[in-house]
């Protein structure tokens, strides 16, 4: 794993952009895995600002989310499917029909199956729960394959309801790309910001490689390169 740590959340998207930016320019034709959540959101801003300024063209990129919540349709405010769009797709010049979000209306087999199609992912965008889950991959007793419905545990829960107007609004289930899924992308860029994802960060980096830490599968993969500020580092 390369680790990286700054100063400021703002950095750290810049850093990030690069690296996306970095392999669109050497693959026009390039599959990335993405995430959403508030992580990923400096990247995006900087990614529409590469995009406005020409030096990155999406035309021929697809894409491929990594979840999305059961049960309130994709219209919905606080869908997976309207956060990528108004904070990514609407603002860059990618081809709507090159994006794809999992859909829980759908069969999780065809979407393993699409990002195959697709020739696997290049380069995965992922972030990390308080209680170390990547994806929707909640701490478990083993490590997921492919893509599946997920029960959301309580710290999930519990830190999501930020987004909504109560607890009880919050979804309780999701559809999420498997460990075994996220594993297969050529290369990862985990991003995690805060003083909530410290003890995480820790357990994925120095812990033992446990389920019960989804992120610590990381260990295994060849090229993951982690951008942390200096709160989510402290543990370290
Ligand atoms: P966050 O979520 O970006 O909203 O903190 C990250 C995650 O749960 O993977």
Excluded: W
Aim: charged share 20%; net charge negative; glycine share 8%.
């Amino acid at each position: 794993m390369q680790i990286h740590i700054y100063k400021e959340e703002s950095q750290i998207g810049k850093a990030a952009a690069l690296l996306v930016a970095a392999e669109v320019i050497r693959n026009p034709n390039c599959v990335l895995g993405l995430a959403t959540g508030s992580t990923p959101l400096s990247a995006y801003n900087s990614l529409v600002e590469l995009n406005k300024q020409g030096i990155i063209d999406f035309t021929s990129v697809r894409t491929f989310n990594l979840d999305e919540y059961v049960g309130i349709g994709r219209s919905h405010e606080q869908s997976y499917y309207k956060f990528m769009f108004d904070n990514l797709f609407y603002k860059i010049n990618i081809k709507p029909e090159n994006v794809k979000i999992p859909n829980p209306e759908e069969s999780c087999a065809l979407y393993d199956e699409a990002i195959d199609a697709a020739g696997g992912i290049d380069l995965q965008i992922l972030g990390i729960g308080n209680n170390g889950h990547i994806a929707f991959n909640e701490p478990c007793g083993i490590f997921s394959e492919g893509t599946h419905i997920v029960n959301l545990t309580e710290s999930t829960i519990e830190a999501n309801k930020r987004f909504f107007n109560s607890i009880e609004e919050v979804p309780k289930k999701a559809i999420t790309m498997g460990v075994g899924s996220i594993m297969k992308a050529k290369e990862i860029i985990l991003i995690a910001i805060g003083k909530s994802k410290a003890e995480a960060v820790r357990s994925m980096i120095n812990g033992k490689i446990n389920p019960m830490c989804p992120a610590s599968v990381l260990q295994r993969h060849p090229n993951v390169t982690v951008l942390l500020d200096t709160q989510a580092a402290a543990l370290l």
